[in-house]
């Protein structure tokens, strides 16, 4: 089994900046995507980025410009700068990562717990 282990989350005010980390509790064989989520109470969780290991980095609209993801295939960890924070960004953010954990297992998803951003004067 693999533990995805965010952190870096914390108390921010409008305009500043954060940057989360997320690790694995060990090495991926490989790595389909990885990726970050975030939810709200009583709210669904939504997608925020994603870095295709073989394809190009997506964001959702809203977040475009101001967060940036990078995937580790090699250290399986993958972190999300985030920019000029605005309170709307006011989540729990959690990481996912889509791999094999060897050679002969399976793709399966793995979530993380997650970290508490929130952004407030």
């Known amino acids: 089994q693999v533990q995805l282990v965010e952190s870096g989350g914390g108390l921010v005010q409008p305009g500043g900046s954060l940057r989360l980390s997320c690790a694995a509790s060990r090495r991926f064989f490989s790595i389909a995507t990885m990726a970050w989520y975030r939810q709200v109470p009583g709210k669904q969780r939504e997608f925020v980025a994603m870095?295709?290991?073989?394809?190009?980095?997506n964001y959702t609209e809203s977040v475009k410009g101001r967060f940036t993801i990078s995937g580790d295939n090699m250290e399986s960890t993958v972190d999300l700068q985030m920019n000029s924070l605005k309170p709307e960004d006011t989540a729990v953010y959690y990481c996912?990562?889509?791999?094999?954990?060897?050679?002969?297992?399976?793709?399966?998803?793995?979530w993380g717990k997650g970290t508490l951003v929130t952004v407030s004067s």
């Open positions: 996912n990562v889509r791999g094999w954990i060897t050679d002969r297992s399976a793709q399966m998803s793995y």
């Open positions: 870095h295709d290991m073989h394809g190009p980095k």
